[in-house]
């Protein structure tokens, strides 16, 4: 009988093999039972507030842990989970549970985290999603320490594999390490906490497997895990067992190798310069970018700043948070996108209409425009940060020149303001624009003529180029970023840049993909902007690029038929 092979989402690199445990936390249930006439809801209140002390002291231990171990951004996890504990709105559903409808405080807090993520998750964004099982995830820290129930740490014994519907930061830390073999999640993201940690602990990850994962494996079966691949294979043959031994050694010299090579420049192997930079949300992940050797911050998403709060952020804390990421790359560019949502994001400070299509609604910079008073507080930080590092602006979701000539009015009043205020700012500052939409790119040139750079953003341009939601299972098989149209409109804004003496950069998937830098390299892109810990990978497959090659392979992959065809290009670049 043929071997299950399960398909899902590379989480975090690696070969795993070993046994399964499947983990089933508890939940909430659908109507939970009022206590008896004995109920007492001072006591109940005790029983909570102790409990909170306990959650609340583990938090700060697996915080402590990472930060003891130089790994801030796993650890700053575990800063956000001590305030989702102690979130007033989560605290008062719970004592409203428990002092009106009479519930015990662990019914309580289950039932009360589960409204809150049922909220998250029904908004449809992937950030809230994965905050829903941070969410989720608090709950059962806090339910285990008021029922005494056994955390998942406890319940592995011997050195297994994961199997679970999703896993929380906590109950990941609550496994020795050495017993945790791989994690198996038939739900989760890459950007979810738990990939993030596993990413950063080094244990392999294979997520969003789907409910078969649960319908064919039991604790106890057999499973290999090949994290770079995104498979699991589920009771293994010996060859297959086999052949994923040897890619484990493999991938061991390997990642010695990348670590060796984090000084070495960035050039092809004919001497062709490609900048390599990082994308970040926070200080962990630039200082992340700097552990690897990143020359800046290609994409500095703002968004977090933003989302899940009730208030909006004010300049001074803008301010703070732009210097303590440039602190992170000492004299290296920092390039900043204002905030980019819609109405497909959950923004509370500042309700967004509902939008029967918020992909091609009111999003990035035309918020920001029509709303000054939201977008001006964020140049000023900006401007206010370049006083002391290299800043540069960056608009997102361009689609017209005339939007570029309202943002630099903005920009032009921002400045006035901070000369009237006698405030210190960047007298010269980059500004650039995203290039998102197939508007932009077909009118790249006439951009070029009004900014200093571009940053492409490939998965917006490959869903709005193929029309086509990535998330949308229907259509999914659509989004093709290595699509001859999405390489044309790429091209087409190099040559324009490259005119008038402007830097393209790619800071999408596609930007931090090995297999596709050669071909961005050959299109013209200059600039290469990913995820920190795609960075070493990159830097390979830069140095191991040849120039004039790369052009070849691009001129070819632009006259091929289909996506599958440029794939086949690259397959065999790679190979010769």
């Given at each position: 009988m043929s071997t299950l092979i399960l398909h899902g989402l590379a989480a975090a690199p690696g070969v795993a093999i070993g046994p399964a445990l499947v983990y089933q936390p508890a939940e909430a249930s659908p109507a939970p039972t009022p206590s008896t006439a004995t109920f007492s809801v001072a006591q109940e209140q005790v029983r909570l507030a102790k409990a909170l002390a306990q959650a609340d002291a583990s938090l700060v231990e697996h915080e402590a842990r990472l930060r003891q171990a130089n790994k801030a951004e796993e650890a700053d996890i575990f800063a956000a989970h001590r305030m989702l504990l102690h979130d007033p709105s989560l605290r008062e559903m719970i004592d409203q549970a428990i002092t009106e409808h009479s519930l015990p405080a662990p019914d309580a807090v289950l039932l009360a985290a589960n409204?809150?993520?049922?909220?998250?998750?029904?908004?449809?964004?992937?950030?809230?999603?994965?905050?829903?099982?941070?969410?989720?995830?608090?709950?059962?820290?806090?339910?285990?320490?008021?029922?005494?129930?056994?955390?998942?740490?406890?319940?592995?014994?011997?050195?297994?594999?994961?199997?679970?519907?999703?896993?929380?930061?906590?109950?990941?830390?609550?496994?020795?390490?050495?017993?945790?073999?791989?994690?198996?999640?038939?739900?989760?993201?890459?950007?979810?906490?738990?990939?993030?940690?596993?990413?950063?602990?080094?244990?392999?990850?294979?997520?969003?497997?789907?409910?078969?994962?649960?319908?064919?494996?039991?604790?106890?079966?057999?499973?290999?895990?090949?994290?770079?691949?995104?498979?699991?294979?589920?009771?293994?043959?010996?060859?297959?067992?086999?052949?994923?031994?040897?890619?484990?050694?493999?991938?061991?010299?390997?990642?010695?190798?990348?670590?060796?090579?984090?000084?070495?420049?960035?050039?092809?192997?004919?001497?062709?310069?490609?900048?390599?930079?990082?994308?970040?949300?926070?200080v962990a992940e630039a200082s992340a970018a700097h552990a690897w050797g990143a020359a800046g911050i290609g994409l500095l998403r703002t968004e977090l700043l933003f989302l899940e709060r009730t208030t909006l952020p004010d300049e001074t804390e803008q301010l703070a948070l732009y210097a303590a990421i440039a602190a992170e790359l000492p004299g290296l560019p920092i390039t900043v996108r204002t905030l980019d949502v819609g109405g497909d994001k959950h923004?509370?400070?500042?309700?967004?209409?509902?939008?029967?299509?918020?992909?091609?609604?009111?999003?990035?910079?035309?918020?920001?425009?029509?709303?000054?008073?939201?977008?001006?507080?964020?140049?000023?930080?900006?401007?206010?940060?370049?006083?002391?590092?290299?800043?540069?602006?960056?608009?997102?979701m361009v689609s017209t020149v005339s939007e570029v000539h309202q943002a630099r009015v903005l920009l032009?009043?921002?400045q006035r303001e901070l000369d009237a205020e006698g405030l210190a700012y960047a007298r010269q500052v980059e500004l650039g624009v995203m290039i998102e939409v197939p508007s932009a790119a077909l009118t790249a040139d006439a951009l070029a003529r009004e900014v200093d750079f571009f940053s492409?953003?490939?998965?917006?341009?490959?869903?709005?180029?193929?029309?086509?939601?990535?998330?949308?299972?229907?259509?999914?098989?659509?989004?093709?970023?290595?699509?001859?149209?999405?390489?044309?409109l790429i091209a087409l804004t190099c040559t324009a840049a490259h005119r008038h003496g402007r830097h393209v950069a790619v800071c999408g998937e596609l930007g931090g993909d090995p297999k596709a830098t050669a071909l961005l390299i050959g299109l013209g892109v200059d600039e290469l902007s990913c995820s920190p810990g795609s960075i070493p990978h990159v830097r390979a497959a830069i140095r191991a690029t040849n120039y004039a090659t790369a052009q070849v392979m691009a001129r070819q992959a632009l006259e091929a038929p289909d996506a599958a065809a440029v794939k086949s290009l690259l397959e065999a670049g790679a190979a010769s």
């Open positions: 409204a809150q993520a049922e909220l998250l998750e029904e908004i449809g964004d992937d950030y809230l999603r994965a905050r829903a099982v941070d969410l989720r995830d608090v709950a059962r820290l806090l339910e285990r320490a008021l029922t005494g129930t056994k955390s998942l740490g406890e319940q592995l014994s011997e050195p297994a594999l994961i199997v679970a519907r999703d896993l929380g930061p906590s109950d990941l830390m609550s496994v020795a390490q050495e017993r945790l073999l791989g994690i198996v999640l038939a739900g989760g993201g890459l950007t979810a906490h738990s990939s993030i940690l596993a990413r950063g602990l080094g244990i392999p990850a294979v997520v969003g497997l789907g409910e078969t994962l649960l319908h064919n494996v039991a604790t106890g079966t057999m499973l290999a895990l090949d994290g770079a691949a995104g498979q699991v294979y589920v009771a293994p043959n010996e060859t297959e067992l086999a052949t994923l031994r040897a890619q484990a050694t493999a991938l061991r010299e390997q990642e010695a190798t990348l670590r060796e090579a984090v000084s070495l420049p960035t050039v092809t192997s004919d001497g062709h310069a490609i900048a390599l930079v990082a994308n970040a949300s926070t923004l509370p400070a500042f309700p967004l209409p509902h939008e029967d299509n918020p992909f091609l609604g009111w999003r990035g910079l035309r918020i920001g425009l029509s709303e000054p008073d939201l977008l001006l507080p964020q140049l000023r930080a900006l401007l206010r940060a370049g006083a002391n590092a290299v800043m540069r602006i960056m608009l997102p032009d009043r921002a492409i953003g490939t998965n917006d341009l490959t869903q709005y180029t193929l029309a086509c939601d990535r998330g949308n299972q229907r259509v999914a098989a659509l989004y093709q970023p290595l699509h001859p149209s999405v390489l044309q």
